[in-house]
């Protein structure tokens, strides 16, 4: 397979916004116990049956919301609670959604010390020798410090790749580190956003927008604003809308530096979308990404 002209992760971003107008990226968590009765069925015979289950749920539901959506965010653990199996069905998934001309954002939350912090580089966002990365960008976890995050930069100025580094996340519990006051009566989560900006400031696109983005729960729309205010160039991934209860009313402020400097991620509210109303869990996953689609766009005022 050859190798194509490497575009800026932002910029990728930004063409698939303003193609779709939709700013939604799908969370692909595929919980066995969760799937439809007609994929549930072989599961118990074994790992690689509820693998191919997995696949072949996220295959339809990629299906389903690629009018819709312009990403999705397949949730690694999932996959490797599955071992072998499921990392070949990540991949496979991976693979399809690039083939419906959708972005896809490994939710891992990789970060390490630099040498294990290159092999997670060269198995997530790195090219496969002819082949393309596994994944057009990856979360990661930035308090290892710069060391640990500058194997994944080096694969965006050189292969495109993209980052979202955790800042603010949509859980109540970050609060117990993320909100801790220091010295200079900053708290921690806004060190770490100055941080990553420092780090994304020679990432910047054609478009204005940095390759090194930031993980801000909609969970908490007044951090969002601040988040926004301390990160102009950063795209914003904004998990927690949903299940979590993040209302995309409250967002507007995240896309005051353009409609495709935010991300709005949602997961279980989308692909178990199904549960208790009907028994079509494609077209309950389709419509409510296109029901969210609208309601970002609209609160994005673009």
């Not at 069925?41 to 295959?59: I, N, P, Q, S, T």
């Not at 999932?78 to 959708?102: I, K, Q, S, T």
């Not at 294990?116 to 990661?140: F, H, K, N, Q, S």
């Not at 409609?259 to 208790?276: M, Q």
């Amino acid at each position: 397979m050859a190798r194509v002209a490497v575009i800026h992760f932002a910029d990728r971003v930004a063409e698939a916004v303003e193609r779709k107008r939709s700013q939604v990226v799908v969370g692909l968590d595929p919980v066995v116990d969760l799937l439809p009765v007609e994929l549930r069925g072989e599961v118990v015979l074994g790992r690689d049956h509820a693998a191919a289950a997995c696949e072949r749920f996220c295959r339809a539901i990629i299906d389903a919301v690629a009018p819709y959506a312009v990403a999705v965010k397949p949730q690694a653990a999932f996959f490797e609670a599955l071992g072998a199996d499921g990392m070949r069905a990540l991949e496979a998934v991976c693979a399809y959604a690039r083939a419906a001309e959708l972005l896809v954002i490994l939710d891992a939350k990789r970060g390490d010390v630099g040498s294990t912090a290159r092999a997670y580089a060269a198995a997530y966002v790195e090219p496969r020798g002819d082949a393309p990365a596994l994944a057009d960008a990856i979360t990661v976890n930035p308090y290892l410090g710069r060391d640990a995050l500058e194997p994944f930069l080096a694969a965006c100025r050189r292969d495109g790749a993209g980052l979202f580094c955790l800042v603010k996340t949509s859980n109540a519990g970050g609060a117990d580190v993320q909100d801790v006051r220091l010295s200079d009566g900053t708290l921690m989560w806004q060190h770490v956003a100055a941080l990553v900006g420092g780090w994304g400031e020679d990432l910047v696109g054609e478009g204005g927008l940095s390759a090194v983005g930031a993980v801000v729960g909609a969970t908490f729309p007044r951090e969002v604003a601040e988040a926004r205010r301390m990160l102009p160039q950063a795209v914003l991934l904004l998990p927690g809308v949903g299940a979590q209860g993040g209302d995309p009313a409250n967002l507007a402020p995240a896309f005051t530096s353009g409609p495709a400097s935010a991300l709005v991620s949602a997961s279980r509210s989308i692909i178990y979308a199904y549960r208790n109303v009907t028994d079509d869990w494609r077209g309950a996953a389709g419509g409510a990404t296109a029901r969210l689609a609208h309601d970002v766009w609209k609160a994005s005022a673009w």
